[in-house]
C-alpha cells in the first residue's frame, strides 16, 4: 500500500532495538583482541569458543562504558545487577547460548531527546521528540557466517557457509526504547533522526566507533500498525541487523506500507523476524519470533554480579560529553552557520563530520562546501550515508588545503575527490599519480596565451581596445589547452602584459 494511504489508515508505532559493539581492546569474558578486519579464526580462545572447562572473566572497561552510556540515556545504573544464559541455536554462536541480562539489566528508564529535522522545502525548526529508553544492557557478541554461492548471501541457495569465531565474544551494549508512540507519517524520519543522534552521543562518548558498515552499530527495527492512537498495540514486526541510517529509514517506510497492505486485505501480521535488503529495498520473512520463556533464561552461573560503587558511577557521570542538541548549537554559533545552513547539514548527518574536517584544518565554510556539495552528491548518488562514502575528514581538509595553497583549483580537486574515492590514496597522491597539479610555470603559460593570441585575433584587437572584459575568451582557451591545469590568475595577467593593459 502506498505510503499516504497506509498513515490515512494506520497509526504506527515504533521500538529500536540498537547493538553497540564496545571499543574495548579485548573481548567480553576473554583476553582475546577485538580488532576488525583480521584473519577469520584468529582472535579466538578456548572461552571465547565455548570450550569444556574454559570459565569467563568480565572486562572492566566493558562495564565502564556501558554504565558511560546508560549515564549519558539519562537511565538509572543498577546497584546490584547480573548476567543470564540466553538459550538458542545459531551456528555461528560456539556456547549454543549467549551471555547476556535478562530481568536486571544494568541500565534502566531512560530517555533521548531527538532532534527531527523539518521536511525538505519547510523553513521550520526542527521537531524534537523524547524516545524513552526501556534498558540498557551487557552481552556478548556472536560469530559470523558466510554463505557462499548463491548470489544473494543468504543461506537460501548457498552451496555452502563458512564460521568466523573472531567476532564471538566482542562486548555489545543493546539499547532497547519503550514504544514510540505518536509520530505518524514522520515515523521513518523519527527512527533515522534516533539512531543518528545515538550514534553522535556514542562517538562523542568514545565507546564505540560505530561504524554501521561494519556492523558495530547495528539496528534491529520493531513495528506494528493500529487504527488510531487509542487503539491496542498492534502485532509487530522485527527488521534485523539494518546497517545504514538510510535503510533504517527505508525499512520504517516499507514494513508501513507492508502491513497496511495485509491489514487492509483483512489478514494477520506475524510476529516474526525479517530480513532487509539493501539492494531491492523489501523486507523477507525471517524466522517466527521467540518470547522470553521460548530462550530458556537463567541466571549465569559463572559469573558474579555486577554492584558498582555508587562514587564510582558518580565520577563517571562526570566524564560525560554534551548532549548531542546542546552540542550542534554550540557549534553552530562557532561555525557562524545561519539556521538554514544548519538545517542543510543536519538533513545530510554532515555535522560530525564537518566538525572533524574543521578540526583537521579547514575552515568552516569550505568543510560544508565539500559535506553538503560534491561528497554530498556522490552519496546520493552511489545510495550510501555521507560517513559510509569512503572519504575522511582529514582527506577532504587535505584536499582544501591543496586549494587554498594554489596546487590545484576548484576544477582539478574534483577530480582529485573522484581519484580518493576510487581508492587511489590520499588527495596528495592523487594528484601525483594523475598529474593534477596547477601549471603556474611562466614559461609554459606564457607560450599557451601566445597561441590563444593568434588564434583569437579579433578578441585580441578588442583588449588592445580596452575591453579587458573580453580577456575572458583568451584564459578560457589556455585553460581548455592545459586541461584545467593552469593558474588562471597568472593567464589572465600574462595576457593583459602581453596586449598592453594594466588590468
Same mark, same amino acid.
Given at each position: 500500500m502506498?505510503?499516504?494511504?497506509?498513515?490515512?489508515?494506520?497509526?504506527?508505532?515504533?521500538?529500536?532495538?540498537?547493538?553497540?559493539?564496545?571499543?574495548?581492546?579485548?573481548?567480553?569474558?576473554?583476553?582475546c583482541?577485538?580488532?576488525?578486519?583480521?584473519?577469520?579464526?584468529?582472535?579466538?580462545?578456548?572461552?571465547?569458543?565455548?570450550?569444556?572447562?574454559?570459565?569467563?572473566?568480565?572486562?572492566?572497561?566493558?562495564?565502564?562504558s556501558a554504565?558511560?552510556?546508560?549515564?549519558?540515556?539519562?537511565?538509572?545504573?543498577?546497584?546490584?545487577?547480573?548476567?543470564?544464559?540466553?538459550?538458542?541455536?545459531?551456528?555461528?554462536?560456539?556456547?549454543?547460548?549467549?551471555v547476556?541480562?535478562?530481568? %536486571?539489566?544494568?541500565?534502566?528508564?531512560?530517555?533521548?531527546?531527538?532532534e527531527?529535522?523539518?521536511?525538505?522545502?519547510?523553513?521550520?525548526?526542527?521537531?524534537?521528540?523524547?524516545?524513552?529508553?526501556?534498558?540498557?544492557?551487557? %552481552?556478548?557478541?556472536?560469530?559470523?557466517?558466510?554463505h557462499?554461492?548463491?548470489?544473494?548471501?543468504r543461506?537460501?541457495?548457498?552451496?555452502?557457509?563458512?564460521?568466523?569465531?573472531?567476532?564471538?565474544?566482542?562486548?555489545l551494549? #543493546?539499547?532497547? !526504547?519503550?514504544?514510540?508512540?505518536?509520530?505518524?507519517?514522520?515515523? $521513518?524520519?523519527?527512527?533515522?533522526?534516533?539512531?543518528?543522534?545515538?550514534?553522535?552521543?556514542?562517538?562523542?562518548?568514545?565507546?564505540s566507533?560505530?561504524?554501521? #558498515?561494519?556492523?558495530?552499530?547495528?539496528?534491529?527495527?520493531?513495528?506494528?500498525?493500529?487504527?488510531?492512537?487509542?487503539?491496542?498495540?498492534?502485532?509487530?514486526?522485527? !527488521?534485523?541487523?539494518?546497517?545504514?541510517?538510510?535503510?533504517?529509514?527505508?525499512?520504517?517506510?516499507?514494513?508501513?506500507?507492508?502491513?497496511?497492505?495485509?491489514?487492509?486485505?483483512?489478514g494477520?501480521?506475524?510476529?516474526? !523476524?525479517?530480513?532487509?535488503?539493501?539492494?531491492?529495498?523489501?523486507?523477507?520473512?525471517?524466522?517466527?519470533?521467540?518470547?522470553?520463556?521460548?530462550?530458556?533464561?537463567?541466571? #549465569?552461573?559463572?559469573?558474579?554480579?555486577?554492584?558498582?560503587?555508587?562514587?564510582?558511577?558518580?565520577?563517571?557521570?562526570?566524564?560525560? $560529553?554534551?548532549?548531542?542538541?546542546?552540542?550542534?548549537?554550540?557549534?553552530?554559533?562557532?561555525?557562524?552557520?545561519?539556521?538554514?545552513?544548519?538545517?542543510?547539514?543536519?538533513?545530510?548527518?554532515?555535522?560530525?563530520?564537518?566538525?572533524?574536517?574543521?578540526?583537521?584544518?579547514?575552515s568552516?565554510?569550505?568543510?560544508?562546501?565539500?559535506?553538503?556539495?560534491?561528497?554530498a552528491?556522490?552519496?546520493?548518488?552511489?545510495?550510501?550515508?555521507?560517513?559510509?562514502?569512503?572519504?575522511?575528514?582529514?582527506?577532504?581538509?587535505?584536499?582544501?588545503?591543496?586549494?587554498?595553497?594554489?596546487?590545484?583549483?576548484?576544477?582539478?580537486?574534483?577530480?582529485?575527490? /573522484?581519484?580518493v574515492?576510487?581508492?587511489e590514496?590520499?588527495? #596528495?597522491?592523487?594528484?601525483?599519480a594523475?598529474?593534477?597539479?596547477?601549471?603556474?610555470?611562466?614559461?609554459?603559460?606564457?607560450?599557451?596565451?601566445?597561441?590563444?593570441?593568434?588564434?583569437?585575433?579579433?578578441?585580441?584587437?578588442?583588449?588592445?581596445?580596452?575591453?579587458?572584459?573580453?580577456?575572458?575568451?583568451?584564459?578560457?582557451?589556455?585553460?581548455?589547452?592545459?586541461?584545467?591545469?593552469? /593558474?588562471?590568475?597568472?593567464?589572465?595577467?600574462?595576457v593583459?602584459?602581453?596586449?598592453?593593459?594594466?588590468?
Amino acid at each position: 500500500m502506498g505510503f499516504e494511504e497506509a498513515m490515512e489508515r494506520f497509526d504506527p508505532v515504533l521500538g529500536l532495538e540498537v547493538h553497540v559493539e564496545l571499543s574495548t581492546a579485548t573481548k567480553m569474558f576473554c583476553g582475546c583482541p577485538t580488532e576488525f578486519g583480521a584473519e577469520p579464526n584468529t582472535q579466538v580462545c578456548p572461552t571465547c569458543l565455548g570450550l569444556p572447562g574454559a570459565l569467563p572473566v568480565l572486562n572492566a572497561a566493558a562495564v565502564e562504558s556501558a554504565i558511560r552510556i546508560g549515564l549519558a540515556l539519562n537511565c538509572d545504573i543498577a546497584s546490584w545487577c547480573r548476567f543470564a544464559r540466553k538459550n538458542y541455536f545459531y551456528p555461528d554462536m560456539p556456547k549454543n547460548y549467549q551471555v547476556s541480562q535478562y530481568d %536486571e539489566p544494568i541500565a534502566t528508564g531512560g530517555w533521548l531527546d531527538v532532534e527531527v529535522p523539518a521536511p525538505e522545502g519547510s523553513d521550520a525548526a526542527p521537531e524534537v521528540v523524547r524516545v524513552e529508553i526501556e534498558r540498557a544492557h551487557m %552481552e556478548e557478541d556472536t560469530g559470523k557466517s558466510l554463505h557462499v554461492g548463491g548470489g544473494t548471501g543468504r543461506i537460501h541457495g548457498a552451496e555452502y557457509s563458512l564460521l568466523d569465531y573472531n567476532r564471538a565474544g566482542v562486548p555489545l551494549i #543493546e539499547i532497547v !526504547t519503550k514504544p514510540v508512540e505518536g509520530t505518524g507519517s514522520r515515523a $521513518p524520519e523519527v527512527a533515522r533522526a534516533y539512531v543518528a543522534t545515538l550514534r553522535d552521543l556514542l562517538r562523542a562518548l568514545g565507546v564505540s566507533d560505530v561504524r554501521m #558498515e561494519q556492523g558495530s552499530l547495528r539496528c534491529d527495527v520493531n513495528l506494528s500498525l493500529r487504527e488510531s492512537p487509542q487503539a491496542p498495540l498492534g502485532t509487530r514486526t522485527e !527488521t534485523k541487523n539494518v546497517n545504514s541510517l538510510r535503510s533504517v529509514e527505508r525499512a520504517v517506510r516499507y514494513e508501513i506500507g507492508r502491513q497496511a497492505a495485509v491489514l487492509a486485505a483483512g489478514g494477520r501480521v506475524h510476529q516474526e !523476524t525479517r530480513h532487509w535488503h539493501e539492494d531491492t529495498g523489501l523486507t523477507t520473512p525471517g524466522r517466527s519470533k521467540e518470547t522470553a520463556e521460548d530462550y530458556r533464561y537463567f541466571p #549465569e552461573p559463572d559469573l558474579v554480579p555486577v554492584a558498582p560503587d555508587p562514587a564510582w558511577v558518580e565520577e563517571l557521570r562526570g566524564t560525560l $560529553p554534551e548532549p548531542p542538541a546542546q552540542h550542534r548549537r554550540r557549534l553552530q554559533a562557532q561555525w557562524g552557520f545561519s539556521d538554514l545552513e544548519m538545517r542543510d547539514v543536519l538533513n545530510a548527518g554532515a555535522v560530525p563530520l564537518i566538525e572533524a574536517t574543521v578540526a583537521a584544518g579547514a575552515s568552516p565554510a569550505a568543510a560544508r562546501k565539500w559535506w553538503s556539495g560534491p561528497v554530498a552528491r556522490r552519496a546520493k548518488e552511489d545510495g550510501v550515508d555521507l560517513a559510509d562514502l569512503g572519504i575522511t575528514p582529514a582527506q577532504v581538509a587535505e584536499l582544501q588545503r591543496l586549494v587554498d595553497t594554489g596546487r590545484i583549483n576548484d576544477k582539478l580537486a574534483r577530480q582529485v575527490l /573522484d581519484g580518493v574515492l576510487a581508492g587511489e590514496g590520499d588527495p #596528495e597522491q592523487v594528484v601525483a599519480a594523475r598529474g593534477l597539479e596547477v601549471v603556474s610555470d611562466d614559461g609554459a603559460l606564457g607560450a599557451a596565451v601566445d597561441r590563444a593570441i593568434s588564434a583569437n585575433p579579433d578578441v585580441a584587437d578588442k583588449i588592445r581596445a580596452g575591453k579587458v572584459a573580453a580577456a575572458g575568451a583568451l584564459i578560457g582557451a589556455v585553460m581548455k589547452e592545459m586541461r584545467g591545469q593552469a /593558474d588562471a590568475g597568472r593567464v589572465r595577467e600574462l595576457v593583459l602584459e602581453r596586449l598592453g593593459q594594466s588590468g
